[in-house]
């Protein structure tokens, strides 16, 4: 089906997109891991299979499940001329600046990954030096240049699909990353919504040239008329000022945006690994952002502009009001601190509803995942020991294109 349809969170998921970690996890070392958002090093083998296990879930729930390695192929195999821009413009982002340099990796990555599927993949994954069989007689960077420096980084984020781009009902967020290392993954968004046949008459309400950085786990859609972005570690105000002003002036029928003003910090990097909805009524939250948490109304002006208040009501007040039902708050851990603070950090609260009252979440996090069972939600456990290692959860890896309507 072409074009994205995502008017909620919870809706029975058709279509979503996932990127299978790759040998980029094999490029991440000890030296480079907080650079690269990790907190350990996963053993690529079994983050595959876990991976596998979670795209059977999904399959076997009867969604649709793309990969973005795929749709980045198609692009280039639909449209040849594009293989040399694409390379080149990756090479660019890669921070290569050189003549000398950007030519030899391009000749490098043309010579040696012929398929297109091959060189996406290579792109993802990095280059190191000791690849390149560069002439050292008459170079002095090659004789003192440590052979295992990475001249390209990989992007192991990217199995986080979630947040380079978010849907937004019939729209999409190109999105301006908060690090450098996450930002580079934006290219393939750029390229498969200016190309893809399946998504190029998307309307994007945000661009990757932006100034500000918003990312997509911050972005959920309450329903066709309300949209919750967080203010976050990822997200920050000027962003949300800048989406809620283009999405008011577009075709989108979203008339609301609630801005949760979360605490800054890596654990709750994004409002989704703190707050997720389960249910038409039923929310997932961290105990932890409770207190800190404040809301705000935006909405337009009417004259191009917004205008913004602060809700003071609770939160299930302000969620009742604008999801329609009087709306239940479960929380992470289930009331116990210390459960709550360590499956909120292996994502616990992170979970990806396929269809209401039926999510996917992490095996590791039993004590939530007994809660939401006894209030009444069917728990799809995945398995997580190695996929938890890059701080996120079964929201965090996949972005959904396609859901039913009401
Ligand atoms: N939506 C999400 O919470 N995504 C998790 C991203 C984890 C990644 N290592 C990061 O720090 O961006």
């Not at 577009?250 to 707050?275: C, G, K, Q």
């Not at 997932?284 to 948490?293: A, E, K, N, S, V």
Request: hydrophobic share 35%; aromatic share 8%; charged share 25%.
């Amino acid at each position: 089906m072409a074009g994205v349809n995502v008017p909620s969170e919870i809706m029975p998921l058709k279509k979503v997109l996932l990127h299978r970690p790759g040998d980029e996890l094999l490029n991440l070392t000890p030296n480079t891991l907080e650079e690269l958002l990790f907190d350990d090093i996963p053993f690529l083998k079994v983050a595959q299979e876990e991976h596998d296990a979670f795209a059977k879930i999904l399959r076997d729930e009867g969604v649709e499940v793309v990969y973005l390695e795929d749709l980045m192929a198609e692009v280039l195999d639909l449209y040849p001329e594009l293989r040399e821009k694409f390379l080149k413009q990756w090479i660019f982002e890669a921070g290569i600046r050189t003549d000398r340099y950007q030519k030899i990796i391009y000749d490098y990555l043309n010579d040696n990954y012929p398929t297109n599927k091959e060189l996406v993949l290579k792109t993802m994954a990095g280059i190191n030096l000791q690849e390149l069989h560069t002439d050292k007689s008459n170079s002095l960077v090659d004789l003192v240049s440590d052979a295992s420096k990475l001249v390209c980084a990989p992007m192991p984020n990217l199995y986080f699909t979630r947040d380079p781009f978010a849907m937004i009902g019939n729209g999409v967020s190109i999105n301006r990353m908060y690090s450098e290392t996450r930002n580079r993954e934006t290219i393939y968004g750029e390229y498969i919504f200016k190309y893809h046949p399946d998504l190029q008459d998307v309307p994007e309400y945000y661009s990757r040239y932006n100034t500000f950085h918003i990312e997509g786990g911050d972005i959920l859609n309450i329903n066709d008329k309300v949209l919750a972005i967080g203010i976050s570690q990822r997200t920050e105000p000027d962003a949300i000022d800048q989406i809620a002003k283009n999405i008011f002036e577009s075709d989108s029928p979203i008339e609301t945006i609630l801005a949760f003003n979360i605490p800054n910090s890596r654990a709750f990097m994004h409002l989704d690994t703190v707050f997720t909805q389960i249910d038409y009524d039923k929310f997932t939250i961290h105990p932890g952002i409770m207190g800190p948490l404040t809301v705000f109304e935006i909405k337009s002006d009417g004259k191009g502009g917004i205008k913004v208040r602060e809700r003071n009501e609770t939160l299930e007040e302000i969620l009742t009001e604008y999801v329609g039902r009087p709306v239940t708050l479960i929380p992470c851990g289930g009331g116990d601190r210390i459960a709550a603070e360590r499956e909120q950090w292996n994502d616990g609260s992170n979970t990806l509803c396929i269809r209401p009252g039926t999510v996917v979440v992490y095996e590791r996090n039993d004590v939530t995942n007994a809660v939401l069972e006894e209030a009444g939600i069917n728990v799809l456990q995945m398995p997580s020991a190695e996929l938890s290692r890059g701080r996120g959860g079964p929201r965090c890896m996949s972005m959904p294109l396609w859901r039913d309507a009401e």
